[in-house]
């Protein structure tokens, strides 16, 4: 680097960065920004302006509402399940682990949902179905409904594996030296778990968690291949409320909804990553 | 003691991991043609498998069509993500941890935001219909 000036890197770097914040802008700013001018249309018939209308429509309509809170009780239930579950195997198998066992892991999530989908549903959903006894008996998957207990099932059988192999991994790159000292001065295993190797695992549980959000919010998919457009009331998600009016040319209602969503967004997203200290400290 | 409930953790794991995977296996080698799903087989057969694989014009030619479109989308996120990524991680802008956090929560959005103002935008800039 010596031969290289600082400043000419700099340069470089920014000229690195610039096709990505080229598309980055083309293809999401720009798009808010059509919709955000879309949303104060009365209709694509009536291009007249309609101000906060759509706003305030989409914040009176239960079923706006309804898909909302559905939203942030899936995002809750989730991203706490799937997180607690892959700290408790990786705990457990991060000594251990091989690199068959790993792919075995990790492998879920490449599975097609289509195909899933319907294993899903002819074991947990049918009326007939082998396992919806023990769902309807057992008394949290009760409370929460077998549909909605259902759906979490497949969300965690697709994304424990590779919570697990990210959280251990971590785990295993941990300074051998730390673990050592703080064994001598008498710390148990679970202490050591909790005061020694948590704190210093901190960016890949905020990563983990980041990713687990992202595939809360992205349910979607799953959501329409088990229940189709109408799903039950308590999975009805803010994306099937955008889908029917998508499918209904409803454009001026559909982004003023997938704006508020975004809104919504960034306020879960924007505190999780500030936590992370995802900027280093120079 | 230990290595044993560790043992008996990866096994139960595997067990949940891979009942999914057995029940496709075995409804995809099954010929009875009886709408119900099962979990065992008396008498499997390969010939669906077999059919899918090389008889069937229209699943080849979708795999094929998938395959293809995966690598220029694998290419050009390889391209971008690099080249953002390295000088993201090197170079701190004045708002780089905002930058990486909108980059981050985009992703969280759902396609039907970005769907129509994309396909309006390709049409304008005239990449429609350009393989």
Known sequence: MKSYSQKKFNRTLNLLFLPGFIGFCLFYVLPMFWSLMESTRVSLLDRSFAGLAHYQRIFQNKYFILAVRNNLLLLLYFTALCMLLGLFLAVIVHKSIRGNFLVLLVAPIFLPSSALSIVWKEAFLSQSALFRPYLEAFLPTRLLGVELSSLLLLMLWQNTGLITVLLSCALNSLDKDIIDAARMDGASSFRLLLSIKLPLIRPTLVFSSAFCIYRAFSSFREVYLLFGNYPPGNIYQVQNYMQNHFNKLNYAILSAAALSMTVIVFAVFFPLLSIGEWRKKR | ?131
């Open chain 2, 1 to 131: 003691m230990k290595k044993w409930i560790t043992a008996l953790c990866c096994a139960l794991a595997a067990i949940l991991l891979l009942f999914p995977l057995y029940i496709l296996l075995i409804n995809s080698l099954d010929v009875s043609h009886v709408l119900q799903m099962k979990y065992f087989l008396l008498s499997p057969s390969i010939d669906p498998l077999l059919s899918a694989l090389f008889t069937d014009a229209l699943y080849s030619t979708q795999f094929l069509n998938s395959f293809f479109l995966t690598i220029p989308v694998v290419a050009g996120h390889i391209l971008f993500a690099v080249t953002s990524g390295f000088a993201l991680a090197r170079r701190s802008f004045k708002f780089s941890f905002v930058l990486t956090a909108l980059y981050v929560a985009v992703l969280l959005l759902p396609s039907q935001v970005t769907i129509l103002p994309n396909f309006i935008l390709c049409k304008s800039i005239g990449i429609l219909n350009t393989p």
